[in-house]
């Protein structure tokens, strides 16, 4: 039976990963608004992501992959089992791993109790704890769902439960062997930031984007690609009006990037990056450290704003850095 045989596999050797994707949760959620879903983002995001992982010639219907009954359902969902036979499947070469952010999930309560600064002994840490994990995973569990209704196979695996923890905020203990797994069975894993135990400081959080880094360390997917609310990392915070999208990105191998397109004066040097007071985990300045030490592995990082063309061409790896109608920054290898 095709079952057995999947079980005999061995999990230590993983798949080809083609793509690591980070949901940012600029992307998918309201910032400013506390434990609010950005749903057409999300749905939006979605679709593209079904669009990327197929084979173009595939035919047939997707079929849903959430059967539980949603808010205001006026009665269970129907199963068409028997379409499931003729679904198109995901492309063999598609391993995808998906990963999020908290954005206005998560973020409140770790920073109004604390939790990033570790401290397990006080009750007000503690509960923020258990109201940060609350938060984050009813958001994992939304966008599996969103996931799966797309016909995505997804399964959440949040950090915490599957055993991950750091030390003074570095990842210590992050066995992938379930995400192996779980790849190998046609799973699609969904991580996301969370709140974890510390060696030193007991608790604290873990960002979305470092286990990206993590993932791409462990697995050396094809590219990766950030999605988040703008369309890259500019040479000052977005908002100001002569902002410039910085293209593209080159890291040596000591880890030091410069800017290569547009030519800037000083290279780029004096990035300016400004980080929301909530934000527990560095925002873009954490992003761009992570995405630079994916480039040194020599996989490509694409940084571009959710639910365009340009994060379709992203998630798809179309991405040509000699041309300029790609709206991103491309942060690659000076090799
Ligand atoms: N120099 C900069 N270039 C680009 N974005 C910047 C810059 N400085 C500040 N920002 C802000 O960084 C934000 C994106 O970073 P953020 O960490 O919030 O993204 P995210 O990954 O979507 O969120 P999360 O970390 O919650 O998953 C943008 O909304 C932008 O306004
Ligand atoms: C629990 C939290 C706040 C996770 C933060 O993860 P990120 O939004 O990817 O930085």
Redesign the pocket.
């Known amino acids: 039976m095709e079952g057995v045989a999947w079980k005999q596999r061995s999990p230590a050797t993983c798949p080809p990963i083609r793509c690591i994707v980070k949901l940012g ?1 600029a992307a998918i959620t309201n910032k400013g608004e506390l434990e609010s879903i950005d749903q057409d983002s999300l749905r939006s995001t979605c679709a593209q992501l079904r669009q990327a992982m197929s084979d173009p010639a595939a035919k047939g219907k997707v079929m849903g992959m959430d059967w539980s009954r949603r808010f205001g359902d006026p009665a269970d969902p129907v199963v068409d089992a028997e379409g499931f036979a003729d679904m198109p499947g995901i492309g063999l070469d598609s391993n995808f791993i998906v990963v999020h ?3 206005s999930f ?2 409140f309560q ?1 920073s109004r109790s604390g939790v990033h600064k570790g401290g397990l002994h006080s009750t007000l840490v503690k509960a923020g704890f258990v109201a ?1 994990r609350i938060s ?1 995973t009813s958001l994992n569990q939304e966008i599996v769902r969103a996931l799966a209704r797309e016909g995505i196979p997804s399964v959440g695996m949040p950090p915490f439960a599957c055993g991950w923890s750091t030390q003074q905020r570095n990842l210590a203990s992050a066995d992938a062997s379930q995400i192996i797994q779980s790849l190998h069975a046609g799973f699609v894993p969904v991580l996301h ?3 974890v135990f510390d060696e030193l400081l007991d608790c604290t ?1 873990l ?3 470092v286990i990206i880094r993590h993932l791409a360390q462990l697995l050396t997917p094809k590219y990766v690609v950030f999605l988040t609310d703008v369309h890259g990392v500019y040479d000052r915070p977005p908002t100001d009006p002569d902002a410039v999208l910085l293209r593209e990105i080159e890291v040596d191998d000591n880890g030091g990037w410069s800017v290569v397109k547009p030519a800037l004066q000083d290279n780029g040097k004096g990035v300016e990056i400004s980080v929301a007071s909530h934000d ?2 560095g925002g873009m300045e ?1 992003k761009i450290l992570e995405a630079a030490a994916i480039a040194r592995l020599g996989v490509d990082v694409y940084i571009t704003k959710v639910d365009t063309e340009h994060s379709l061409r992203a998630l798809k790896g179309a991405v040509n850095t000699c041309s300029d109608d790609w709206l991103g920054t491309v942060i690659r290898s000076a090799k």
């Open positions: 949760g952010g908290a954005g998560g973020h770790a940060t984050v930031g969370d709140a959080i960002s979305g984007d527990t985990t954490t």
